[in-house]
């Protein structure tokens, strides 16, 4: 019955194609893209990481695009399928299987969630597609994945251990961090409870549900230990609502919290720039003034961008330079060229297009990302990362460092 | 496409089993789950469970899946069977929810929203690329016997002594049959068959977590069963794969349509979901395959001589 | 003190959920069956609400524009999806309802996208009364929402439909024969039962932020608040959102805000053992 059903839709769809779309009959005039390549987002549109996967997707299209206007890759014109994982692992699976079996798809990016990570990775490596995602659980790159996936963000001690430095170099003697339940929620407290000792400061910490209203209470729990500095470790919609209710509550001390939560639109939605005074933002980031970074912000149209909207656009990127060094387009094909398009002394380029004209010029590239340096490790995590500190200024945010 | 159309048969098997359980209590005893993706979550925790940390083998799984989900079903019934069908509704949702709390929360036993990754399949390393075949026919065995037992049951004089109950708990009540237990017992059944329904499903893709129980997947499931026909097995079985069929065709649907972004998309296809379950519901009540009663035989009337 | 100040913390956020809660459990005590599209209804509510606030309407106009357009879409839904499917039980409408929730959630999600939006009111550091820190904005919502209440209570007290509607959920069959129109009441009650909903989404989205799921977040304290003070009666669930409230921000000094959910649940699985009719029945008013 199935079958009969997708026979049915396919002579449809190919119907639509041929007789209203004509793009598609222009662009298989031009010559070269009747077997396009075909890449795929799998991003949460609906469901808790509905705030962020939208603007990665168009990230990834901007690539796309840009390439397709600059000629494709290996003469071929690339299509970008884009699905909905719904921020829940059941649906994520389905619709990698469809991408993968039907699509056919070589790479598949930008998934956000770790638990749809890891439950799309076995399916990637099986059929060796690879894999690109933006989940910091340290548990992803330990998958037997035998090199089919990579991860722009640096995983979550790396980052946590960053962040307490910073703590510590903020002269905090007592920290308190407040966090939903996540994957990261338990390295997040071993690694906190082991690097702020060192520099002599207490850590103490609070979990809360992020679907609350309201967090006066817990506000009320972590402001009795008179922290000097909080972390507010969740994500934008809960974030929202933790910073009014310490602003209420007259919280003095310092906040800082990550750049994919506190982001421009948390600022906006908040509307008061005094509530949002001196908190300081933290993301793994580029080199200042890359030009990657400002190919985001021009694409988005957000002046600040978060992390993984940048990461998804380094994806599509690097799977494309990866195609172009291979001369192939298939998964194993990326896996094993992904790392060409990083290559210490090639020539320095931060988008897609430039790069491929220098590999098939013959050339070696270093690709410089909008998210960072973009080297990977053997297991596919980011070998070293910078990290970008801001502070909001009067609603803006300030660059205090990069480090 | 085959791998794809095999691996969407199997979920939609697995949709099915959870489909038969629904229509066990709300088509045979009229009582509502809302909680279904917490009992199939019990399940797919207990087999994940047993055959990673403890090491057993997966149809101990399988089986501890089937007598946890039993056992939740339960200890939900014993302190709700008594409560009419509305509260009983409520009950449930939060019951579902607790689970995915505890799943999230009590990292020691479940390691929390990490999930756990890794479960066998069963003969996976041996049988490379055609492990999805042989899972689907796994689980198509499964959901043939689970369909018997649930036909045998419908047609049984059990099966009418629910449906009575269905029709009018205090009637049956008057008739002399103990209609608590019979909720009791058909609750955890139906529980039992979503623990087994979990199990397959952690053991096919290898991966559960937390965030896989929302309650979604139990409107789908509401959806299977309305469409396909409450009261009947047959209906929940075909039900199931109308919605699968519903699920995945929507994805190629919407890409057609021009001007939108990809959230609208998404939350488009969300809205079809959603619109086709009430259409069901309003235009074709009884499903496609509507329920049969089987009826009592009358002895034929005596001729007036 | 800190056990203190989380009741009064919970006592601010049951009055909040208290008004969704009447609304819920009135609609139930007329036409008889849970509408689980409240979660969708006051997502639609805070955003209506939103917009208008966003127009320039003052609070009182903004929260009128919330009532008035969570009312009609909550009547258009029950009118053409539920209540035709109330010949066949209770269950088949809740179930619908289930779906125009979801409906609604995704109109919203359609027309603004996932990201959370704010109302743009100044936030206010909270003072001090004696020991006990209150927000002097919380306080205001707070008021609103009193205010809400009493309105609703006279209005069922004194007013002659009021009378009808309360007669008519207790015994249908009676109203009836007296002469009260059943399809009116049900209009009625659908409407303003819904209204307050969409206000009562608004009021819990001025503090926080709104995004699509909005009123799937409040969705299960809701339910249990009504269930807790017995589904259908008006101050039963004024009471069990008062308790659901204090239960949820004690928990957190307790178990965890993680756990914040499960609360209402064992709260009403406690209750309903000993209770099967809530605390305090079914009896309308």
Known sequence: MTKIRIGRRAALAGGVAALANPAVVRAQGSGGTANPIKLATLTPLTGAGGPYGPVMAKAAASVVEEVNKAGGVLGRRIVLVSEDDQTNPEAAVRAARKLIDVDKVSAIMGTWASSVTTAVAPLCWESKTFLCTVSGADSITLLPHQGFLIRTQPNSRLQVTRVGEFILSLGAKKAFTMIPQTPFTQSTFDTLNQVLPKGGCTHQSLIYDDKKTTYRTEVDQALRTSPDVILANGYTPDTVVLLKDLYRAGFKGKILGFAYSINQKLVDQVGQPEVVEGVYTFAPSPAEGSGAYEKVKAATGSANPDPYTCQVYDHASLVLMAMASAKAATGEAIKENIRKATVSGGKVVDNAVDGIKEIMAGGKVDYAGASGPCDFDEKGDILDCKFRYDQIKAGKFTLVKIA | ?305 | MIILQALVNGIVSGTLLAVPAIGFTAMFAVLRFPNFSVSGVATLGAFAGYLAYGAGLQMAGSLAIAFAVAGVAGLAFDKVAHLPLIKQGALPAAIASIATGLILENVVRLGFGNEPRGYDRPIARDVFLGEIRVSPQQLETMGLALLLMLLVFAALAFTRIGKAMRASADNPELAALKGIRPERIATLASFVGMGLVGVGGMLLGLDSSIDPLTGTRILLSLFAAAVLGGLGSVPGAVLGAFLIGMAEELSVLVVGSQYRAAIGFIAILAVLTLRPRGLLGERAY
Do not use: C
């Open chain 2, 1 to 305: 496409m085959l791998s794809y159309l095999l691996f969407i048969a199997t979920i939609g098997g697995i949709y099915g089993l959870l489909a038969l359980s629904l229509n066990l209590i709300w088509g045979g005893v009229g009582m509502v789950n809302l909680g279904l993706a917490g009992f199939f979550a019990v399940g797919a925790y207990a087999s994940a469970l047993l055959t990673t940390v403890g090491h057993g083998p997966i149809a101990a799984g399988w089986l501890m899946a089937l007598v946890a989900g039993g056992v939740a079903g339960l200890v939900v019934t014993l302190s709700t069977t008594r409560l009419r069908a509305d509260y009983l509704a409520i009950v449930t949702l939060g019951f579902a929810e607790a689970v995915r709390l505890v799943a999230a929360n009590e990292i020691w036993l479940t390691r929390g929203t990490d999930g756990i990754s890794g479960i066998p399949g069963p003969w996976k390393r041996a049988l490379g690329p055609d492990f999805n075949a042989v899972y689907f026919l796994i689980v198509l065995v499964a959901l043939l016997v689970v369909f018997f037992l649930m036909r045998r049951i419908d047609r049984s004089p059990y099966g009418r002594a629910l449906r009575a109950i269905r029709e009018d708990a205090q009637v049956a009540q008057v008739a002399g049959k103990p209609v608590l237990r019979f909720k009791t017992e058909a609750f955890v059944l139906s529980a039992a068959i979503a623990g087994l329904a979990g199990a397959l499903y952690g053991h096919f893709t290898s991966y559960i977590a937390p965030d896989m129980f929302l309650p979604l997947i139990t409107i789908y499931i509401f959806l299977a069963v309305a469409s396909g026909g409450t009261g009947r097995p047959a209906g929940a079985l075909v039900g199931a794969y109308v919605v699968m069929t519903l699920l995945e065709s929507s994805r190629f649907f919407v890409e057609w349509i021009p001007g939108v972004t990809a959230v609208q998309r998404a939350a488009l296809k969300e809205l079809l979901i959603a619109v086709a379950l009430i259409l069901v519901l309003r235009l074709k009540p009884s499903g496609v395959l509507p329920e049969r009663i089987p009826r009592a035989r009358v002895p034929p009337a005596p001729r007036p001589s």
